[in-house]
């Protein structure tokens, strides 16, 4: 079937859309594939051989899919083929039920602008194969349901690429005539061609070892150019960490006697887990404390451990077709999640963890972007490496531990991993070990795959007789092609304290509203209750609680569960923020915001890094969120206004806060907590009074020993006016001057600068002679920087418009698949007011008009405009 056939996918007659339901089982296997490739960024020549074997009882050809290729010679067992092109996939005759296929072709790595396929970032070739970029090194399947064991020998010159890598072991080396050298890699484990890749480059390796729990030796490499080496030790210290953590946890050993990480600058996300030979965007390897800041250590250690547990959970246990990607991600995404918390706080890793969340999936599921965990159709899989299957569907996954139990949870995972270890799985395979090892009937939970859309409880604590009772009610509002949705499971962490003494009345449970309206009760309790619900966020909705009159102040006091605290003192911002942005004045007064935040700052039960998340006033997106008709305006004064209420009437214990800190080198969770609450803190102090900011933030910045107090103050100095803030962009650039990742948060601090001049600053930076359209890093720096400045991007006369969509026509050419994810920012346009949402919609059709525009970007800006 085509997009012109459902009237929900949108129509373009060189665009098909893919529907999970046409799943067919594939009508030939490749069983062994042995690639021969002569290196070379100006030309590589690709010998493919298949072994290849009919999938039951048929006369279909071979189908093999290609992109942007040209069969030079097609052979079957040794001699010439019949075969015909169909669009971009070759079609080869086969008599017999196996046979060894032979394809020949030439590639271009140097000119490879879309970074998927076999393609070069600053000297390095390299590959990215997820989702359909084998197909663009040679014909193949090319669908993650055909797997096969690959040996590959690659031949370059030695000078150039002294370094040769693929997956799995190496098997033998040697060197030819020329200065030629050649290697061969074997990988002994069946995998489908997106987890294929290679690597050749100058190179240096950061070299450890691990024992696995039954005692193997694993030589452990972090490939990185020579002189960023120093910078590869916390990578390689999460990397152990994680392969403990996982046998400790999910009882998974690592299979392969190597594991290789490779960095190279040019990549289109964050990195991919390439079964032995983990391929990675370098900002999420290369760390010291000078460059990086505690995020980013953060985020490196989180990425590592995520793209090496997909070993098991993606690799040894793959997808069946695309529309399963949450199998794998949203799992992964929970394991990695789970991992970080074990390894920092579990509540301050909660808290990151649903911002993250609300910032973009809660969006995305309100939007026209709007899909499910397990989607239903596509037109480029691409586009669907999102929040909603990633975290999600981690949430997804959380959601069955907290109802089964951890050992439930866990005997499920182990019989999951037994059942379909070397297969190809489906979501549904995941949800039916759970319930084959737990007993339980999970038949109404599958919902959360199906139905897009966060769901909407509303709570009271109502009087039941004697007693009390809770009652319950949940809907899904509508989202694209989905109007009416069923009730799903929605597990609630819920307990409820007195309303005076803060004492724990009801002990806490997990509660699973299952039905439209539910009631519960609780018994008589010996005091007014107050309730504390979905505590830990166990569930990822949206939750609205009658409340009486200063309920959450108390919450925000006394509520031992730490993540209730934080939404309690959220919930009082957001009540002021949203009273203020619509012009409630009764509502808008910072008093009671004040009175908690001070004592949040004051506690000294409460650990830094906890008070440096709960004291981060909800951004100008997440007030958006709560109304109905978005004027941006209104919303960044009244964002502003309680920021200076708050830096003003605190400044004396905002003063101290920011006074504190802790050395640059000391990475524990106690110092980067105090770090984190200083630039808060600063962030505060210079809303209520720039010119004493901007003065603070200049001896925070001059007297920094690490990257994460020295950014923390330029980002509050970029977006205060003053001879401060020009010095310290000057000598940020200066001092970093050449260093890519650093000079990215050159480029982002400023796009992000909450300034009625950033517009024209992000002009002159796309003209910088360090900006390039073609590295992502840097085009997400600029674009996706200032798309995400709300007050900017939403200039009242639609320049910030116009410049994003300037920005994703001239990328879309180079590299469809990061201009595609461009486009999001403008799918909120029903929601703004005028003169905003007619603006914003007009930039969309500029997009869709753009002649020769990519599949990708066609999806994500003709669905944002339906
Ligand atoms: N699996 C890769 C993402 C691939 C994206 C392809 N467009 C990284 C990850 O999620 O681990
Ligand atoms: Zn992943």
Redesign the pocket.
């Known amino acids: 079937m085509d997009a012109r056939t459902n009237p929900e996918a949108p129509s373009s007659p060189a665009h098909v859309a893919v529907y999970r339901k046409d799943y067919r089982p594939p009508d030939w296997w490749v069983r062994e594939v042995e690639l021969n490739l002569a290196l070379d960024p100006a030309r590589t020549a690709v010998t493919a051989r298949l072994k290849v074997e009919r999938n039951g009882e048929h006369g279909r050809p071979l189908r093999l899919a290609g992109d942007e290729l040209r069969p030079l010679a097609v052979r079957v067992d040794g001699t010439d083929a019949r075969w015909t092109m169909d669009g971009d996939d070759l079609l080869v005759e086969l008599d017999t039920p196996e046979a060894w296929v032979e394809t020949r072709v030439e590639i271009v790595p140097a000119a490879n602008s879309k970074l998927?396929g076999l393609y070069e970032s600053g000297g390095i070739l390299c590959t990215?194969c997820?989702?359909e970029g084998f197909r663009r090194i040679t014909f193949h399947p090319d669908r993650p349901d055909v797997l096969s064991v690959y040996r590959v020998r690659m031949r370059a010159d030695k000078a150039r690429f002294p370094v040769l890598l693929a997956n799995g072991n190496p098997v033998a080396a040697g060197e030819g005539e020329d200065g030629i050298h050649w290697a061969e890699w074997h990988d002994p484990f069946p995998k489908p061609s997106y987890l294929f890749a290679l690597v050749a480059g100058d190179l240096a390796a950061n070299r450890d070892s691990f024992t696995t729990m039954s005692g193997r030796a694993v030589e452990l490499g972090i490939w990185v150019r020579e002189k960023d080496l120093p910078r590869t030790h916390h990578a390689m210290a999460g990397l152990k960490a994680a392969m403990r953590w996982d046998e400790e946890n999910y009882g998974r050993e690592y299979d392969l006697d190597r594991f290789n990480i490779v960095a190279v600058d040019d990549f289109?996300?964050?990195?991919?887990?390439n079964k032995g030979l983990n391929i990675f965007n370098s900002r999420y390897v290369l760390a010291d404390t000078d460059t990086a800041t505690d995020a980013d250590f953060d985020a490196i250690a989180g990425?590592v451990a995520?793209?090496y547990f997909?070993n098991w959970s993606?690799d040894r246990v793959t997808c069946r077709d695309w529309f399963q990607l949450s199998l794998?991600?949203g799992f992964?995404?929970f394991r990695d999640q789970s991992f970080s918390a074990d390894m920092t706080s579990e509540a301050v890793k909660r808290i990151d963890d649903v911002r993250l969340l609300r910032a973009v999936q809660f969006p995305e599921d309100a939007g026209p972007l709007a899909h499910p965990v397990r989607p239903d159709s596509y037109l480029e899989?691409?586009n669907f490496?999102t929040a909603t299957i990633?975290n999600k569907g981690a949430e997804v996954i959380r959601m069955m531990r907290t109802l089964l139990g951890p050992d439930a949870y866990r005997a499920g995972c182990d019989l999951y991993f037994e059942r379909h270890d070397g297969e190809a799985a489906t979501c549904d395979d995941f949800v039916q070990a759970m319930e084959d090892a737990s007993g339980a009937d999970l038949t109404q939970f599958r919902r959360w795959y199906e139905q897009a859309g966060t769901p909407h409880v509303r709570a009271a604590l109502v009087r039941d007789g004697e007693g009390w009772a809770l009652d319950l009610s949940q809907d899904t509002p509508p989202t694209p092609g989905q109007p009416d949705k069923a009730p799903v499971v929605i597990p609630l962490r819920t307990a409820v304290l007195g309303a005076t003494s803060g004492r724990e009345l009801v002990a806490e449970q997990v509660i699973a509203l299952t039905e439209a309206h539910q009631r519960v009760p609780l018994g008589p309790v010996a005091e007014t209750p107050l309730l504390s619900i979905n505590r830990g966020f166990s569930a990822p909705v949206n939750v609205s609680v009658e409340r009486a009159a200063g309920e959450l102040e108390k919450l925000a006091e006394v509520d031992p569960d730490p993540f209730a605290r934080f939404e309690a003192t959220q919930e009082l911002m957001m009540r002021a923020l949203v009273a203020g942005a619509t012009g409630d004045h009764a509502n808008a007064d910072p008093a009671p915001v004040i009175a908690a935040m001070g004592a949040t700052l004051r506690s000294n039960a409460l650990d830094p890094s906890f008070k440096g998340e709960a004291l981060i006033i909800p951004s100008e997106a997440l007030i958006g969120d709560r109304l109905d008709i978005v004027d941006p305006e209104a919303v960044h004064a009244s964002r502003d206004a309680l920021r200076a209420a708050v830096g003003a009437a605190l400044a004396d214990d905002l003063a101290a806060a920011q006074a504190r800190g802790a050395a640059g080198d000391d990475l524990s969770n106690e110092a980067k907590g105090l770090r984190r609450l200083r630039t808060v803190a600063l962030g505060l102090i210079a809303a209520a009074d720039p010119a004493r900011g901007a003065a603070l933030a200049k001896a925070q910045y001059d007297a920094a020993d690490n990257m994460t107090d020295r950014q923390g103050a330029l980002v509050i100095l970029a977006a205060l006016d003053g001879p401060e803030r020009e010095a310290a962009l000057a000598d940020f650039y200066d001092r970093y001057r050449g260093d890519t990742l650093v000079i990215d948060k050159w480029f982002a601090i400023q796009a992000e600068a909450s300034r009625a001049d950033t517009l024209d600053v992000v002009e002159r930076l796309r003209a910088h002679g360090d900006f390039s359209l073609k590295n992502p890093n840097r085009l997400r720096a600029v674009a996706g920087s200032f798309a995400s400045n709300p007050w900017v991007f939403h200039a009242r006369d639609g320049r910030g418009y116009r410049l994003l969509a300037d920005l994703v026509v001239e990328s879309d050419r180079l590299n469809p698949?990061v201009a595609a994810r461009l486009v999001p920012p403008f799918g909120r346009w029903r929601r703004f007011a005028e003169p905003w949402g007619s603006a914003m919609r007009e930039a969309l059709e500029t997009i869709v008009r753009a002649p020769g525009l990519s599949k990708d970007v066609f999806e994500q800006a003709s669905k944002s405009l339906a």
């Open positions: 998927m990215q997820e989702s289109n996300f964050g990195a991919m887990e990425v995520h793209e997909h993606g794998k991600e992964t995404v899989i691409a490496y990633y698949q």
